[in-house]
């Protein structure tokens, strides 16, 4: 019994010594890791931060959101001079970073109306409305890029459909508006089947469809050449 004790005793004081030497080794690899986990903690919060998940995000709003809004006001400004003058003056876009139930926010659009003096959401504007609102987005962003790109011009804009849900004095006030973009060596060309767009567009490309195939057919102040 006195031998088997003291081996057990033996035994017992060599795991002690192993589990001692073993605390050390953590108690040191917890030091050496504590400047890294506080450097993935700084990290891990600026990731979410940027991602738009963390509870200091207020607004939700990702880091490249953050910075194209800076750009998206200057695209509804430049929208807005040309939208005001399509819509009698009543409209002009303005950016929102306001969040929408629980979506990111940082890239909204709201619009102004003059006569109510209320601020909505685009979603709120009729179809005609909303074509010639997208169409101000598109010249004010081919503005904000021209003037950002060294002056390089974009001189071609093509639209496509959107003209039939105009009104008569709508239609009269973009087609202004496009004619002003002529002025200034523009081309744009109009892609519709509005019947009234005849009328008012002199150089057309009128394509007409058969059985056989297509062929087009240019017309510039009245006349017509086959092609």
């Known amino acids: 019994a006195l031998r088997a004790a003291g081996a057990a005793l033996t035994a017992a004081r060599e795991r002690v010594a192993g589990l001692a030497s073993l605390a050390r080794r953590a108690e040191e690899e917890v030091r050496r890791l504590g400047p890294l986990r506080a450097e993935h903690d700084r990290v891990a919060r600026l990731a979410g931060l940027t991602a738009g998940t963390s509870a200091e995000n207020e607004r939700r709003m990702r880091l490249e959101s953050y910075v194209l809004a800076a750009r998206l006001e200057q695209v509804a400004a430049a929208a807005s001079a040309r939208l005001q003058r ?57 503005d904000v890029v021209t003037d950002e790109a060294g002056g390089v011009r974009l001189d071609t804009l093509f639209i496509d459909e959107g003209f039939g849900s105009l009104d008569d004095q709508t239609l009269d006030e973009v087609l202004d508006v496009l004619d002003s973009l002529r002025e200034r060596d523009r081309s744009v060309g109009i892609v519709s089947h509005v019947a009234d767009l005849r009328r008012r567009i002199p150089a057309q490309l009128e394509v007409a469809k058969d059985r056989h195939g297509s062929s087009v057919r240019l017309r510039a102040g009245g006349d017509g050449l086959s092609g």
């Open 86 to 142: 399509m819509s009698s003056g009543r409209y002009t876009l303005v950016h929102s970073d306001a969040r929408a139930g629980t979506r990111r926010s940082g890239l909204g659009l709201h619009v102004v109306d003059a006569w109510t003096g209320n601020e909505r959401d685009t979603a709120t504007l009729s179809g005609g409305e909303t074509f010639f609102a997208s169409l101000a987005l598109a010249l004010g962003l081919a």
